[in-house]
């Protein structure tokens, strides 16, 4: 069984409203924000600074799992957008759903060192770390 959540990925359509529903409303912590300038890539716990386009709006929780909001996603489970990543217990858990996934001819990447990964019957990604 999985420990916890590492983390899921979700569009976001409307970055001010959802760092207010999120922060104000349900008074979840909010673990940072990215964005771009044209500089580069700009990551704060705080408001971003003029000139930054906000990309993603981060979430966390108490075991330090937390959910991500990307800018412009739509939802497509065709691609890698949006996952849900969870942390496995133990190392043996890893290789007993690795061997399940072999059994059942599931295809997935192993990452090796970051994650394992592969699709659910819906095309929805999932990461395991």
Avoid: C
């Amino acid at each position: 069984m999985p420990e916890r959540f590492h983390h899921v990925d979700l569009p976001l359509v409307d970055f001010a409203a959802t760092l207010d529903f999120y922060t104000r409303i349900l008074g979840w912590k909010l673990r940072g924000v990215s964005g771009m300038s044209d500089e580069g890539w700009v990551e704060t716990k705080g408001p971003l600074p003029d000139g930054v386009r906000p990309r993603v709006l981060t979430i966390e929780f108490d075991d330090k799992s937390y959910l991500a909001f990307v800018v412009g996603k739509k939802p497509d489970y065709s691609g890698d957008e949006p996952h849900i990543a969870v942390r496995m217990r133990h190392s043996k858990e890893r290789r007993d759903l690795v061997q399940r996934l072999k059994d059942s001819h599931i295809e997935y990447e192993d990452n090796v060192g970051e994650n394992l990964a592969f699709y659910d019957p819906n095309g929805l990604r999932i990461e395991i770390y």
